[in-house]
Structure formats: structure tokens, C-alpha cells
């Protein structure tokens, strides 16, 4: 029964992601992926170090920072749909910077609903500093700054001139190779020479709002103490919903202990939030 | 005086406005079209002073707080356009400057970027091989060596901080079950992208929330090793001074494939190069020999190896095929492995023994022969295997064989007399079984388990035969074992902290042993059961946060041995306070019934994922087999008659143990702590009696005590920047045990120490270095007489590399051990290579043993015998070899 459904929504997956060929907004120029590490406390107040890989799509005008799976180098094959169910961990957005022109675009699922904000592009200003390091192979320099209460110590490579960067992080004279805060870090993993399109495909369920409201909501519903034991804690009528919806959108992955619904992953318990901007 | 001040702060603003400048501007391509994220800077040097980015229209605007002095440059950069630079001197308040870029084709290193050399998930240390590769590493053995805290022996048994590891998976499946090293001795390094290594492993899912202390390990495979069959062709020649074989080759191919459902390794060997074909079936995890009461009775005649140099003349074949389907998306998998393996090996060796015989002088007898043995190992498993979060279900079919041929004439002589003898052992034995295990966890996380696992092994024929100046004599031996297991048990959580389990098991063997010593009609037959049904409730109690943990049990045992024994044949016997008696022409059932407990206790605190408190204590009794009623004579080799006491045997130990183990993953740093404690009681006493050449051994009744304490430490520390790995152990035991020459019991004390030190590194770019030292120290005392026996080894590398892909080497061994009590040997062996890497292809031209040492020595107190061992090493050898990878 769960494997027909998983088809059925796999099927649906493709069709979205055929159709997404048409939401081309740029092409890339580049690939980078991104190993990112949060360190945080479990549930019961155990240290935990949760980990996703971030896909940025780096293209003439914009960027597009994602999660794994949301990207092109996501396989759907079962194996991979756990990657899904950790990524849930990490409330890790997807960010089109400078989508429209002179502005961010922020998609991201708080359960059940899909929430989109807009911004006028931040700037970042950076300290650089004269110190160099050699990593992953870059001779890499050095820069600090503090965006929205986080201080971040980056290195950026001049090898790769792009200013672009994992999640919001950007603007600085060289592609960003490692950022690291005190709960957060980035690692680029990978360059791929991938000239694939950026998409943005609207979403006309999503619910559209600045991204200063939708920020507080995600600091109100992720920071509440409540939140690491009882995930679900600000539905009430959870249980309704679970009933609401119909067998065929309930998806149990039984090798991750994941339940999806609606193809959107339920987490039984979750871990502390760190927020990445205050 | 307002004027003035006004004035004064208008100049000054005048001053301040006039240093700060600013450059703007408009980047376009060669078109005229605006091109947006081009990276503007301005730079001094290499000191870039400000920098800034156009947007979507191509314009810009860097601006610096004051104007530098003399030129600067102003750069643009652009991922998709050659670099363009302009030289200025920015003395204008703003300056103008339009740049049109030049299209470039975009050349990025694709995947270039080494992720971070290791990170830990939870339980679970990842690292990137590629991090650690030296240049001259080929396999993923040669990686494996390299990362923190792991060991690989020189039969390529792996262990993460001295706990060898219990299962080796690539891509997540079990595919090799112990015979792992057909992957790490044929995956090519660069084939590999990650080595995950777990702590804490579970091989069982729904024991994930039980505390575990094992340690597997995870192939992660490169997208090129993935969805296509690759593998390698192995081709070799070479010549052996002195060799029973001179010419010397090797031919093998292996083949293996990894998509996301399906795993297959095969492989075809053949060759008489050292131990090339045999070491790749090496089973780390037992299981492929095939041991039966009757084999076990008669060792072999190879009298040991050296641990250093090559000794050994051997032909070797083997093919295998191995195969693993997942039958579901994740949990289910069916497996297939099937091999055959064939070993000859012969060498030489001269042994000289000095036993203690009754009349408190010693006899020395000295032993010159040169082993043969051949031995074929076919063998079939097929594992059907459900691991999920809930339900574990494993239920394998086996059948296995051994055949095998030894010979090994003897030239002895004791006291002026002189004798040569012949040895000749032919045995076959299978074995065909059936484990079926089953465990599942409900809701509330009571977890229970059925364990099935059935399997006969027979020996048909096990035949040997002497003769020596005319005389010919003869043993013979068979047996047949059906052996069932049946154990079960259900654990309970009561409350969050607290656990109950309720094992029930019972363990039956069915035997029927038989031997016959032709020459004077010894014979002794046994039938029977060993029957020990089990109960061994005990409790398990964690803190809220799993950081402690608790353990006990109380391990009760109803052993219970039911044989009928027929000795001689006019001597049938019976047994009489747990002794045999000889009792001619009267039946012969013996019934022996014992309960015995075991209990025992663990606990565990775990400070973090990397620092762990172990301690474990119990107290064991075993109960002695049938083989302790053998009591008619048996010729074990042509100078050794063994009988048993008749005396069901019982022996009861107390062990401790404690250790500690710290991880600074990051800091590449691992440290290990660990002591140890016996305490060991027997209800008999080994004996050994001594007549010329003759040796005859039993055991008394009497109660024999013996203790032995042992400490650990050993430390690993990596440093990626020069390819550095150190490594430091050390061990000192100490005990005492007693021993018996004919009826005279001797108390032996020992104590022992060893220190192991090792080093590689790269100290620049093409030269590595690595050097291990290992000096060790052991004392045995009884009586008036004390031995001291030390040893110091040394042995390193120099790798040169003039180019990337030649790899210069030269290693060597230097040994220093004592061969008596003033007498010290050295010895050093150099071995030399060449390894050329070209693409696919890797030549190597091994030169062993370059000085042509054709001997190696060494001495072993055994409590009160001396043994001094002389082996015949093999000559100096050539071999080219050839890699080609498919």
C-alpha cells in the first residue's frame, strides 16, 4: 500500500520537477555544496551535532541556496527520501538572493503550511582580514561580521570570484569555503560546473508575508521550550489533522523511524533551536 | 570668535570630505551588455583596501574612507570572464572607470574541494580517505592504516582503539561477512569517498537502545565504483634463490559491482608468491574452519612461523564468488557466498626443547623437519536477512569442508642417539548448519529474541601414520557432533530506567568420538550427550540520560553430561566420583549432572560520544567435555602418547576488568585506558612426564589456583598537514600458575612487559618515513631458577617519491632476541620496492630479503620447558608484478 502511494507522490515529484523546467529564473553558473553542522541538545538536553548538505546554485543575476533535497543532485529513490526526515532537524530554508531584483525570497515549511517572505536584499558588512589559511586545497582569507546578532568568522577564497555563499551568507570578494558561528558551521564540499536553471516555481498555497513577520513566527513557534519535546505542541488539533488527512498521504519510512504527511516530514521529537539570525 | 570656530570646523569637514574617495563605474561584456556580480577591488599589493559588486545593470561603487598613497589596482573578477585590472592613482574625489570583459570558458575543478578530513555524527566518525592518502597508498587497506585510531594487523584484521571491528559493510551491506579483506586488498583507494566508523553498533536494529561496546565499519564508495562493474587484473613473475619453487608468479582477476540493490565481489587467484590468493579468504571472524573433536585431538606438525620474515613455500588458488540482492527498500537483503580455497605450504624448521623430566634434570631434545601440508576448503553459506527498527529476522544455511594432508618427517636425537622418522596425517571433515535468529521490539520496548542455530559436523576418517627403522604404527580417529542451540529471552522495561531480561536457553551436542592406537589396540569410543539447559535472569538499569548503565546476571547452568564410553575393548569402563574407572567386562554409562552459576555485573558511564568508563566483572565455572575421559592412550605425533585423566575437569575464574577510552576526534587524538584481573581455580593439574625423547602428559586431581593482572595504555595522534600518524602502547602483566612434572607440582611466577611505539609521517612533499619499535621483556621464576627473556625489534620505511607516481621504497626489520640465557642474536632483514602508478596501471618490483638471511630464531619459556625455535627463511626473491585496473 505505502509503496504505491510513495509512487504515486514520487510521480507527482517528477511531473513538479518537469514542470519546474518552465519556472526558470537564471542559469547557474555553478554549483556548490555545502556540509552544514549544527550543534545543539536533543530532547533531553544531550549534546547533538545534526548535519545536512546545502546546495547553492550560483547564476548570473541571483543565487539560490536550498537543502539537498530540494535540489537537482537529490535522487528520489526511497534510500534517499530519509535525508528528507533529517533535514527537518534543521528548519533550513531555501533562499533566492536577489529574486526579484534587489530583493530575498525565503521559502520554508513550518507544519503544516509553506510560508514565503520577502526582503529587500541585507547587506553584510564584512571586516576582512589580512590572515590567509590554506584549506580544502584555497589559499582562503579570512573576514568576520555579525548578521542579526550572529557573529560569523568565514574563509573565502578569491580562487573562485563569486560573492556568493551557503544560505544568506554572502558578499564577500570570493566564494565563501567555510563559515563558522557558535552553534552553526558551513563547509563547501563540493564545486560542480553545472549549468543547470534556476528555478522558482510559485507556490500559490504558500502563505506570502515580510520576512520580518515570518522570521518572528519561526522564532515564536521553533524557540518555544516546548519545542524539543513536543514539536507539534502549537497544533493543538494535530491529532484532528492527522485524521484529516487521508490514508494515502500518510507515509511511514520505517528504516528512519520518519512519518510524512502529505509528503512533509512529522518529527515525534525534535532538537534544541538554534536560531541562525536573531 | 564664532566666525573662527565656524570657519575652523568648515576646513576641517573640507579636510575629511577630500580624504575619502570613491570609484564607480559601469562592467559590461564585450557586447555592451550590463553584467551583474562582478567583483570590484581595490588593491595595494596584495592588501585589497575595499571591494564591492555590480548589480543587475553592471555599476558599481567602491568607496574608501581616505585616498592611498601612490598606485593602486582596481580589479574586476567574474567566474564567467577573464580578470581585468587597471592601474590608478586615486588623488580625485571620485573616479570613473568603465570596464568590458572578456568571455572565458569556465574551467572549475569539478568536486575538487577535500571535505573536512573527519566528522562525527553522533556515534558514527566520518573521514575523508582522500584527506589521508599518502602518494604511494594503492588500496583501501593502505588508507585504512592511515586514519586515527585504527589498526590493521598483517593479516588485515581491522580495529578502531584495539577493538577489532565486528562487521564491515560497504554501503551500508554486510557483503563479505569476516572476509573482508577481498575488499580492502582489492578496492582501489580512490574507489573511496568515506570510512564511517561506528561505536557503539549495533548489527541489530532492535537492540539500538542497548549499550554496546562494538565496532564496525562503513565503505562509502566513489560515484565512479558505483553502477558499473569494475575491478582488477593481477599479473606477476619473479625468482626465489634457494625456493622450492624458483620461478615465482601470480595471476588473479577480481570483479565486483555496488549498485544501490545489488553487491557482488568474485574472484580467481592462483599463485605461489608468499601468502598472494590465501590472504584475501583470510575469515577474521572465524567460521571457516572446520574443527571437530576428532581433529582437535591431533595438532598439526608445522611446529609454528616466525613473526618476522618470510618462511613459508606456499602454492595458493582460490576462487570466490559473493553476492548480496536487497529484497526491499532498505531492510531486507538475501546473500550468496561460495568459495573454494587450496593451500600448500611447507618450510623448515629445527626445534630444540629442554623439559624438567622427573628426576629434576633436564632433557633436551633436539628436532630437525620440514612440514608439508595441503590443505582444500570449499565452502556455502546463503543468509536470508530482515533488520528493521521492530522485527530482526536471520536465518543462514551452511555447508563447509575441510580436507587435508600433512607430512612431517622428523630428525630427532637426544643424548647422542639420533632417529628419522616418518609422519604422514590424511583428514576429512564437513560441516552442514543452520542458524536461524529472530528478535522483535514492541511498542512499549520490550525486546525478545529466539535463537536457532543446528549444525552437524563429521569426521569420517582422520588417519596417521609413523614409522621409523622399520616400525610402522598407526592412529586413527572419527567423530560425529550434532550440536542445537535454542535460546530465547524476553526484556521488559519497567518504568524509564529499568529493564528486566529473562533469557532461557538450552545447549545440546550429541557426540561420538572414536579413536584406535593400531600398534597396542588403545582404543577409546564415546557416545553421548552434553546437555545444559540455562536461566540467566538478570536486570539492566540506566540513568534518564543513558550516560550510566548497569548490568547483572546470574547466569545458572544445569550442565549435565550423559556418555556411554567403551574403552579397550576388553577394558570397558564406568565412571565413580566423577572418575573413570576401568572395570573389565562391566557396562559403561556415565551420568554426571552439576549446577553451576555464573553470575556477572557490567557497567558503563559514557562522559560523551568520545569518552567511555567500562567495567565488567564475573565469575565463570566450565565444566570439562568428553575429552577428559579419554583414558586409553592416544600417539598424538611420533614422540608424543596422550591420555586423559578420566577426570571430569572443573575450573572456576574470577575476572575483572575496567578501562577507559577517550576521543578527541577532532584533534585527531585517541587514548585508551585498561586493567584487568583473574583470579583462576582448577580441580586439576596439567602434568607432563619425560622419558628420552618420549613425552607422555595428563592432568592430577588436585586443586590448582592461578592469578594474572594486566594493565594497557596505548594512544593514537594524527596530524593531517604532514600526512603524520604516532601511536604508542604499552603492557605489563604479571601472575602466577602451577604445573606439574610427573607428581612434583612447581609454582611458576611471570612477569611481562611491552612497549610498542610507531611514527609515519611526510615531512616534505616526497619523502615518507615510518618507523615502529617494539621492545619487549618477560621473566619466569619456579624454585631457585629464574629466566629472563627480552627481545627489541625495530622496523621502518623510507618512501621517495621523484615524481608523484614512482614510489621509491626501502624497508627493514632489525630484531634482537635472546636465544639462551647470555645469548643474544641480531638479524636484519631489507626489503626493496619500486611502484610506478600510470592511470589505470600499477607496476611494482618487490625485492625481499635482500641480504638473503636464511634464518630466524628466538626463545619461549613455557612456565618450566624451554623452547628455542630455528626457522629456515626464504631466500632472497624478485617479483614483478602488474595491477591493471578494470
Same mark, same amino acid.
Given at each position: ?6 509512487? *504515486? ?10 514542470? =519546474? ?62 535525508? *528528507? ?86 558578499? /564577500? ?106 | ?7 575652523? *570646523?568648515?576646513?576641517?569637514? =573640507? ?16 557586447? +555592451? ?67 568590458? &570583459? ?83 586488498? +582489492? ?9 564511517? %566508523? ?82 584475501? $579468504? ?66 623448515? %624448521? ?141 526484556? %521488559? ?94 557396562? +559403561? ?68 576488568? =575496567? ?11 585517541? &587514548? ?27 592432568? &592430577? ?85 629464574? +629466566? ?11 618512501? %621517495? ?25 641480531? $638479524? ?28 630466524? =630464531? ?14 629456515? /627463511? ?11 585496473? &578494470?
Amino acid at each position: 500500500m505505502n509503496k504505491s502511494i510513495i509512487t *504515486i507522490i514520487i510521480a507527482l515529484a517528477l511531473t513538479i520537477g518537469v514542470q =519546474a523546467q518552465n519556472d526558470s529564473i537564471d542559469q547557474a553558473q555553478f554549483m556548490a555544496v555545502y556540509d552544514y553542522q549544527c550543534r545543539t541538545l536533543d530532547d533531553e538536553g544531550k549534546p547533538v551535532i545534526d548535519s545536512m548538505e546545502i546546495v547553492v546554485q550560483v547564476g548570473r543575476t541571483m543565487t539560490k541556496s536550498m537543502p539537498w533535497s530540494q535540489s537537482s543532485l537529490y535522487q528520489k529513490t526511497f534510500e534517499e527520501q530519509g535525508k *528528507i526526515y533529517n533535514e527537518a532537524y534543521l528548519h533550513m530554508q531555501t533562499v533566492w538572493t536577489g529574486w526579484p531584483e534587489g530583493q530575498t525570497t525565503t521559502r520554508e515549511l513550518i507544519f503544516p503550511y509553506n510560508f514565503e517572505g520577502k526582503e529587500a536584499t541585507p547587506e553584510m558588512l564584512w571586516t576582512l582580514s589580512d590572515d590567509t589559511v590554506t584549506m580544502n586545497g584555497y589559499l582562503c582569507h579570512k573576514a568576520t561580521t555579525v548578521f542579526r546578532g550572529i557573529e560569523w568568522h568565514v574563509c573565502y577564497t578569491e580562487e573562485i570570484p563569486s560573492s556568493a555563499g551557503p544560505w544568506r551568507l554572502r558578499g /564577500l570578494p570570493g566564494l565563501i569555503v567555510q563559515a563558522e558561528s557558535e552553534a552553526h558551521t558551513f563547509t563547501l564540499t563540493q564545486v560542480r560546473q553545472e549549468t543547470s536553471p534556476i528555478t522558482y516555481q510559485p507556490d500559490p498555497e504558500a502563505r506570502k508575508l515580510s520576512y520580518k513577520k515570518l522570521l518572528k513566527y519561526r522564532h515564536e513557534i521553533y524557540g518555544n521550550k516546548q519545542y524539543a519535546k513536543n514539536p507539534m505542541y502549537y497544533l493543538p488539533e494535530f491529532q484532528d489533522l492527522m485524521h484529516s488527512f487521508p490514508d494515502s498521504q500518510l507515509t511511514v519510512l520505517t528504516k528512519f523511524n520518519a512519518v510524512f504527511l502529505d509528503w512533509r516530514p512529522v518529527l515525534p521529537k525534535a532538537h534544541v533551536y538554534q536560531p541562525l539570525e536573531q | 570668535m564664532n566666525r573662527i570656530l565656524h570657519i575652523l *570646523i568648515c576646513m576641517l569637514l =573640507a579636510v575629511t570630505a577630500s580624504a575619502q574617495v570613491k570609484v564607480t563605474g559601469r562592467v559590461t561584456d564585450l557586447q +555592451n551588455k550590463p553584467v551583474g556580480d562582478v567583483i570590484v577591488k581595490i588593491v595595494s599589493g596584495t592588501k585589497t583596501l575595499a571591494y564591492s559588486t555590480t548589480n543587475t545593470r553592471g555599476e558599481y561603487s567602491v568607496e574608501l574612507k581616505e585616498a592611498p598613497k601612490g598606485e593602486v589596482s582596481l580589479t574586476f573578477s567574474h567566474i564567467s570572464y577573464e580578470k581585468e585590472s587597471e592601474n590608478l592613482t586615486l588623488t580625485e574625489k571620485q573616479t570613473k572607470v568603465d570596464m568590458a &570583459l572578456t568571455p572565458k570558458t569556465i574551467s572549475l575543478k569539478e568536486v575538487m574541494v577535500k571535505a573536512d578530513p573527519l566528522r562525527q555524527k553522533g556515534d558514527t566518525l566520518v573521514h575523508n580517505l582522500a584527506s589521508f592518502l599518502g602518494k604511494g597508498d594503492v588500496t583501501l587497506e593502505d588508507g585504512l592504516k592511515r586514519l586515527p585510531g585504527v589498526d590493521v594487523s598483517k593479516n588485515g584484521g581491522i580495529s578502531y582503539m584495539g577493538t577489532p571491528i565486528s562487521q564491515f559493510n560497504i554501503e551500508g551491506l554486510d557483503l563479505l561477512g569476516g572476509k573482508y579483506n577481498l575488499a580492502t586488498r +582489492n578496492i582501489s583507494a580512490d574507489y573511496v569517498s568515506q570510512v564511517e %566508523i561506528v561505536r557503539n553498533h549495533h548489527s541489530r536494529k532492535v537492540e539500538k537502545d542497548l549499550p554496546s561496546n562494538e565496532v564496525s565499519m562503513n565503505i562509502r564508495l566513489a560515484k565512479k565504483a558505483k553502477f558499473k562493474p569494475f575491478g582488477q587484473e593481477e599479473a606477476g613473475v619473479g625468482h626465489m634463490q634457494d625456493g622450492d619453487d624458483e620461478l615465482q608468479a601470480l595471476l588473479g582477476v577480481t570483479g565486483m559491482m555496488f549498485t544501490d540493490k545489488f553487491q557482488t565481489i568474485c574472484s580467481l587467484k592462483g599463485g605461489n608468491y608468499k601468502s598472494f590468493a590465501r590472504a584475501d $579468504m583470510f575469515d577474521h571472524f572465524g567460521g571457516s574452519d572446520v574443527s571437530t573433536p576428532a581433529t582437535s585431538l591431533f595438532g598439526g606438525f608445522d611446529g609454528g612461523y616466525p613473526p618476522q620474515g618470510q618462511s613459508i613455500y606456499q602454492r595458493n588458488g582460490m576462487v570466490t564468488l559473493n553476492a548480496i540482492q536487497k529484497l526491499d527498500s532498505s531492510t531486507t537483503t538475501f546473500k550468496v557466498n561460495a568459495d573454494y580455497s587450496y593451500h600448500r605450504a611447507t618450510h623448515d %624448521i629445527s626445534q630444540s626443547s629442554t623439559y624438567l623430566a622427573n628426576n629434576s634434570e633436564y632433557v633436551t631434545v633436539s628436532e630437525q623437519t620440514s612440514p608439508l601440508s595441503k590443505i582444500h576448503l570449499p565452502k556455502l553459506s546463503m543468509n536470508y536477512l530482515k533488520n528493521a527498527d521492530n522485527v530482526y529476522l536471520s536465518d543462514e544455511f551452511f555447508v563447509k569442508g575441510k580436507f587435508e594432508q600433512n607430512e612431517g618427517d622428523v630428525l630427532s636425537s637426544v643424548e647422542q642417539t639420533t632417529q628419522q622418522t616418518e609422519q604422514r596425517r590424511r583428514m576429512s571433515s564437513f560441516e552442514i548448519g543452520n542458524s536461524f535468529y529472530w528478535s522483535d521490539r514492541t511498542a512499549k520496548g520490550t525486546v525478545r529474541y529466539v535463537s536457532v542455530p543446528i549444525s552437524f559436523k563429521r569426521t569420517p576418517t582422520l588417519k596417521l601414520n609413523f614409522g621409523h627403522d622399520g616400525n610402522r604404527y598407526a592412529q586413527t580417529a572419527q567423530s560425529s557432533t550434532l550440536k542445537m542451540n535454542v535460546h530465547s529471552t524476553f526484556t %521488559i522495561p519497567i518504568g524509564k530506567t529499568f529493564r528486566l531480561r529473562l533469557p532461557v536457553a538450552l545447549d545440546a551436542i550429541y557426540d561420538d568420538l572414536e579413536t584406535h592406537r593400531v600398534a597396542t589396540g588403545d582404543m577409546n569410543h564415546i557416545r553421548g550427550w552434553n546437555l545444559s539447559p540455562n536461566l540467566d535472569p538478570g536486570f539492566e538499569i540506566h540513568s534518564r540520560n543513558r550516560r550510566f548503565y548497569l548490568s547483572a546476571g546470574l547466569g545458572a547452568t544445569l550442565k549435565g553430561l550423559y556418555y556411554n564410553l567403551r574403552n579397550s575393548e576388553s577394558h570397558p569402563s564406568s565412571l565413580e566420583d566423577g572418575r573413570v574407572v576401568t572395570e573389565e567386562g562391566k557396562a +559403561n554409562q556415565m551420568d554426571y549432572t552439576k549446577l553451576v552459576l555464573n553470575p556477572s555485573m557490567s557497567m558503563n558511564y559514557t562522559f560523551s560520544a568520545n569518552s567511555k568508563l567500562s567495567f565488567n566483572t564475573g565469575y565463570t565455572t566450565t565444566v570439562g567435555d568428553m575429552m577428559t575421559l579419554l583414558t586409553q592412550p592416544m600417539q598424538v605425533d611420533y614422540r608424543t602418547v596422550r591420555t586423559s585423566s578420566g577426570i571430569i575437569g572443573e575450573s572456576n575464574s574470577w575476572n575483572t576488568s =575496567a578501562g577507559w577510552k577517550w576521543q578527541l576526534p577532532m584533534q585527531y587524538f585517541t &587514548l585508551s585506558i585498561g586493567a584487568g584481573h583473574t583470579e583462576g581455580k582448577r580441580n586439576t593439574l596439567y602434568s607432563q612426564t619425560v622419558n628420552g625423547i618420549d613425552i607422555s602428559s595428563s592432568a &592430577l586431581l588436585r586443586d590448582t589456583r592461578s592469578r594474572s593482572t594486566n594493565f594497557t595504555i596505548a594512544t593514537t595522534k594524527n596530524i593531517p598537514a604532514i600526512f603524520a600518524k604516532f601511536g604508542a602502547e604499552g603492557n605489563y602483566s604479571f601472575g602466577n600458575s602451577e604445573q606439574a612434572i610427573g607428581t612434583t607440582v612447581i609454582k611458576t611466577r611471570n612477569n611481562n612487559y611491552n612497549l610498542r611505539g610507531n611514527a609515519a609521517f611526510t615531512p616534505i612533499a616526497w619523502l615518507e618515513l615510518r618507523y615502529d619499535i617494539n621492545y619487549g621483556w618477560s621473566q619466569s621464576r619456579y624454585a631457585d631458577s629464574k +629466566n629472563t627473556v627480552t627481545s627489541l625489534t625495530h622496523s621502518g620505511a623510507i618512501h %621517495i617519491f621523484p615524481v608523484a607516481e614512482l614510489d621509491l621504497s626501502l624497508d627493514y626489520d632489525h630484531v634482537r632476541r635472546q636465544i639462551t640465557t647470555n645469548l643474544y642474536k641480531n $638479524m636484519s632483514l631489507f626489503n626493496a620496492s619500486a611502484q610506478y602508478k600510470f592511470k589505470q596501471l600499477v607496476l611494482r618490483l618487490e625485492l625481499d630479503n635482500l641480504l638473503n638471511q636464511r634464518h630466524y =630464531a628466538y626463545t619461549v619459556f613455557d612456565g618450566i620447558n624451554t623452547y628455542t625455535y630455528d626457522y629456515g /627463511l626464504c631466500g632472497r626473491t624478485i617479483m614483478l608484478k602488474a595491477t591493471f585496473k &578494470l
